[in-house]
């Protein structure tokens, strides 16, 4: 393994830590790989117990994809990165004991891998960035994130549910299925009447638990449209988020912003972060679809980063926690 230089590493990269199981291949930076299965309903949300049932019916065919489309054999792999913390327990354990297993057998490192800081550094490596902040908008993480001194530090978070589940219980409310956002951004389109709705900044931080509830008995009150209800909400909870992230910019003096996480998907969002960004002389970056939803190899790519800088992947040091900070994590690579 040593004898290879960092771009011609194969690195395998295995994402588990909420609703998609994903495999990739990297060679290097290059991409070889990157599948993935999403848990998803017609009706109803995530329930923990299902999502694990679901990454133990797909886990061998998302990584037998991965291998056969980026034409390596199993046992060329250098290295094996995965994602060991925070999320949800159930699908935590099923990526742990897959990625155990297979670090056995193949006689290779593992490297656990925080996937929030992944989602930063798979911005970092796609796009021009380098010292971003970076606004991490996903299912159950929202939070504005910077390096300073040493480690990748919260400057602002939601302080009850990610933007993401708050998207996706709206659209529950509404009788959509699980994920919401793709479908609240589309209905979003045909809305257009503007709703006040409650806007909660607190600081650095925001919050969406009363909004949630706000909305529960707008819909139950059948006086809007859900495209103008879609509309709405996009506007009020984007402006929130787009307002913390500029207050991150302002006490840093970065000039860069990345987005990452699923709700980044969303073409309003990137929008406003871009108009934010343009009027106080920074930039705004956002790297593929592919890349910004949970997958694997934005995981691959950061264990890689810390193996270079001498994480030894030692199968002792890979318990799971679905808890950890992003503030807790030591960066030895920056
Ligand atoms: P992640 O946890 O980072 O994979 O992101 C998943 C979350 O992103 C889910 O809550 C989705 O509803 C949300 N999402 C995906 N695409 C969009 C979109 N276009 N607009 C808003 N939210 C989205
Ligand atoms: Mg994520």
New binding site residues.
């Given amino acids: 393994m040593a004898k290879r230089k960092k771009n011609e590493v194969l690195v395998l990269g295995i994402e588990a830590t909420?609703?998609?199981f994903g495999v990739s291949v990297l060679k290097g930076k290059k991409v070889l790989s990157n599948e993935r299965k999403?848990f998803m309903t017609e009706q109803g949300g995530m329930v923990p117990a299902r999502v694990a049932d679901h990454h133990v019916e797909f886990c061998d065919k998302v990584f037998l994809a991965a291998i056969k489309k980026a034409k390596i054999s199993l046992w060329d792999i250098d290295l094996i990165a995965f994602s060991n913390s925070p999320g949800i327990g159930h699908s935590l354990r099923i990526g742990a004991v897959f990625s155990r297993s297979l670090a056995l057998l193949l006689g290779k490192p593992l490297i656990p891998v925080n996937h929030c800081i992944a989602?930063l550094e798979i911005g970092r490596m796609m796009t021009p960035v380098d010292d971003p902040v970076l606004l991490y908008?996903?299912?159950?993480?929202t939070q504005v994130i910077a390096f300073e001194s040493g480690k990748y530090r919260v400057f602002g978070e939601t302080l009850d549910i990610?933007?993401?589940?708050f998207?996706?219980s709206f659209?529950r409310a509404l009788g959509l299925g699980?994920?919401?956002?793709?479908k609240?951004?589309e209905l979003a389109c045909k809305g257009k009447n503007l709703i006040s709705l409650p806007y909660t900044v607190k600081g650095m931080d925001v919050s969406f638990g009363g909004l949630l509830t706000n909305l529960k008995a707008k819909i139950k009150s059948g006086e809007y449209s859900t495209e103008d209800l879609c509309l709405s909400v996009?506007e009020h909870v984007f402006a929130m988020l787009v307002e913390v992230t500029e207050r991150a910019l302002a006490h840093t003096g970065k000039k860069q912003v990345i987005l990452?996480?699923?709700?980044?998907?969303?073409?309003?969002?990137q929008e406003m972060s871009r108009v934010m960004c343009g009027e106080r002389g920074a930039k705004s970056y956002c790297p593929a679809?592919e890349f910004?939803?949970?997958?694997a190899a934005m995981i691959a790519w950061a264990g890689l980063l810390k193996y270079s800088a001498g994480d030894k992947g030692l199968l002792e040091n890979t318990g799971i926690d679905p808890y950890e900070r992003t503030d807790s994590v030591e960066i030895l690579y920056r």
Avoid: M
Avoid at 292 to 295: F, I, S
């Fill in positions: 909420a609703h998609t999403l989602h908008a996903s299912g159950a993480n990610g933007v993401g589940n998207l996706d659209g699980f994920p919401a956002g793709p609240i951004e996009q990452g996480g699923g709700v980044a998907c969303n073409k309003r969002l679809n910004l939803v949970d997958n």
